[in-house]
């Protein structure tokens, strides 16, 4: 579906200094710096999979994804979705594909949001009988009824956000590329969304690139995870082996009464509140049954609980690990 080979590509930015001086002589003369936003990446994505596709600010992550939906054109390297080059073949390759982008609209924003709609049938070339079949189930699924009557610049963050998943979707695209999707929505909306992702991945064999630094919702969609950092591609496995990797990483949350638990040695306290305490806990160290032990002994408990590592933990030791 997707293979990505020694993918390249450097910007030019244009720098100065501060002040009204500087700016002029900016004018007349521009200095440049060059940045290498991707350098040699390289991938494979099948049909149907779900991946998330993480990384800090500034890693590579809003390139690649505009290098597969044809936006920009890498310096060198190979790039094949669906069997086109997706900066050679932009009208064939945009009928297959979905976007949204958090940041960036394809809704028009003085008019009610069923007119967009209508305007993207008509680009797509879309039949009636199918059209109004898509639209009723997306309407029905991310609640949009009340909401197709009005201009996109009246609409909250998270109803624009809703909207702009069902525009993507309008035509029934083979890959959906998703950038922050679940931005500015409230728990529920989140929750309905990402149930509405992986409908669409189980019915009609959707893939599904993710790219988000909320991290429930790779926990909720991806199966599969691609960190990239400094323009390269660092790790490329699924979500349980990620959670395998990091498997001795364990969190103790404990409520108390009178003075606080005492942590022994491979125990770190990481919070503190009236009563409520968590230990991270590094099982190299010290089991669970015995860190359990030592906190009983020192403090009166309550309540207690143990959880794996998280997957905002998992990354953060990741980014550790590479220097990212």
């Known amino acids: 579906m997707i293979r990505v080979s020694g993918l390249n590509k450097t910007f030019r930015v244009s720098r100065r200094k501060a002040g009204f001086g500087n700016a002029l002589r900016a004018f007349i003369r521009r200095e440049y710096n060059s940045v290498q936003a991707l350098r040699d990446v390289s991938f494979n994505i099948h049909a149907g999979e779900m991946v998330g596709y993480i990384g800090p600010n500034g890693a590579g992550k809003s390139t690649t994804i505009k290098i597969l939906c044809g936006i920009l054109t890498p310096d060198s390297g190979e790039c094949e979705v669906n069997g086109l080059t997706p900066w050679r073949d932009r009208r064939r ?29 008509d680009i797509y ?11 009723d189930e997306l309407t029905g699924l991310l ?3 009340e909401l197709l009557e009005t201009p996109t610049r009246s609409l909250s963050l998270g109803q624009r956000m809703r909207c702009e998943i069902a525009a993507s979707l309008i035509h029934r695209p083979k890959i959906l590329f998703l950038d922050e999707p679940t931005i500015g929505l ?3 909306s989140k929750i309905a969304v990402r149930e509405f992702i992986k409908k669409q991945n189980r019915e009609f064999g959707t893939t599904v690139i993710l790219t988000t630094h909320d991290m429930q919702d790779i926990e909720a969609l991806a199966q599969r995870i691609l960190l990239i950092g400094r323009g390269r591609i660092l790790l490329d496995g699924s979500l349980r082996e990620l959670k395998k990797r990091f498997s001795g990483l364990k969190t103790i949350t404990v409520e108390y009464e009178g003075s606080r638990p005492v942590p022994c040695q491979g125990m770190k306290l990481i919070k503190d509140s009236e009563g409520q305490a968590s230990f991270s806990i590094d099982t190299d160290f ?3 049954s015995q860190a359990i032990s030592h906190i009983s002994g020192t403090a009166e408990i309550r309540d207690l609980s143990v959880e794996g590592a998280k997957a905002e933990d998992m990354v953060v030791e990741l980014y550790k690990e590479y220097r990212i």
Do not use: C, M, N
Not at 96 to 119: A, C, H, K, N, T
Not at 125 to 135: G, H, I, N, Q, V
């Open 143 to 145: 609640g949009l009824s």
């Open 93 to 121: 390759h945009v009928r297959d594909i979905g976007v949204v982008f958090g940041q960036r609209s394809q809704l028009w924003w003085d008019v009610p949001v069923i007119d967009s709609f209508e305007l993207l049938k």
């Open 186 to 188: 409230d728990a529920v």
């Open 286 to 288: 010290v089991s669970i």
């Open 125 to 135: 070339r879309l039949d009636t009988a199918s059209y109004k079949r898509t639209l």
